[in-house]
Nanobody, 115 residues
Framework: QVQLVESGGGLVQAGGSLRLSCTTS????????MGWYRQAPGKQRDLVAT?????VTTYADSVKARFTILRDKNTAYLQMSSLEPDDTAVYYC???????????WGQGTQVTVSS
């Protein structure tokens, strides 16, 4: 069973920065795409950013130029800067493995941005 463990969330003032980490129980080469999603209270879970095994990245328009997704041997990161109150949400790590038909999810980490 693959495990994804997120960390790095917390409370930050608007304009501040946070770095989220998603550590996997398998080598990152097992996953062809890693992603970060977020869900604010009463809203659907939305895609924030993805990174493929070859390093190709995509971002939601709302976070472009502010967030950066990275990956190394067994961790995916979401570097967030210029945070805004609208970035407040639970952030979830997502991984799609070559060997699985369904993606894996982490338990989520809360990010709260105060104005």
């Amino acid at each position: 069973q693959v495990q994804l463990v997120e960390s790095g969330g917390g409370l930050v003032q608007a304009g501040g920065s946070l770095r989220l980490s998603c550590t996997t129980s398998r080598d990152m080469d097992s996953f062809y795409i890693m992603g970060w999603y977020r869900q604010a209270p009463g809203k659907q879970r939305d895609l924030v950013a993805t990174i493929t095994s070859s390093g190709v990245t995509t971002y939601a328009d709302s976070v472009k130029a502010r967030f950066t997704i990275l990956r190394d041997k067994n961790t995916a990161y979401l570097q967030m800067s210029s945070l805004e109150p609208d970035d407040t949400a639970v952030y979830y790590c997502n991984a799609k493995a070559y060997s699985a038909s369904s993606p894996y999810w982490g338990q989520g980490t809360q990010v709260t941005v105060s104005s």
